[in-house]
Nanobody, 123 residues
Framework: QPQLVESGGGLVQAGGSLRLSCAAS????????MAWFRQAPEKEREFVAA????????YYADSVKGRFTISRDNAKNTVYLQMNSLKPEDTAAYYC????????????????WGQGTQVTVSS
């Protein structure tokens, strides 16, 4: 059962960049998908991006495609979310999630969650 710890959030101006990290306490199984979700105030948590630990395949929400990049470092048991060209509407708490699912975008499919890291984009 991996424990997930996010870091890297902060305050940035529109158009800027941030890189989020999600460190797992144990190496994720090859069958795991690692994903990022976000939740803005008074909104439901939504899918952002996912990566298959096995082969590195990725999948993105349309709202971040071309601006965000998810990647993994096998040696560090860490997943990253590089966020470029940030917009005020990207402001949210960002959560890392993991489970034995294949590129699933539903919140309910994931068992393991981090505590979240806040990203605030000013206009």
């Amino acid at each position: 059962q991996p424990q997930l710890v996010e870091s890297g959030g902060g305050l940035v101006q529109a158009g800027g960049s941030l890189r989020l990290s999600c460190a797992a306490s144990v190496r994720p199984s090859r069958t795991y998908t690692m994903a990022w979700f976000r939740q803005a105030p008074e909104k439901e948590r939504e899918f952002v991006a996912a990566i298959l630990w096995n082969d590195g395949s990725t999948y993105y929400a349309d709202s971040v495609k071309g601006r965000f990049t998810i990647s993994r470092d096998n040696a560090k048991n860490t997943v990253y979310l590089q966020m470029n060209s940030l917009k005020p509407e990207d402001t949210a708490a960002y959560y890392c999630a993991a489970d034995r699912v294949r590129m699933v975008t539903e919140v309910s499919a994931y068992t393991y969650w981090g505590q979240g890291t806040q990203v605030t984009v000013s206009s």
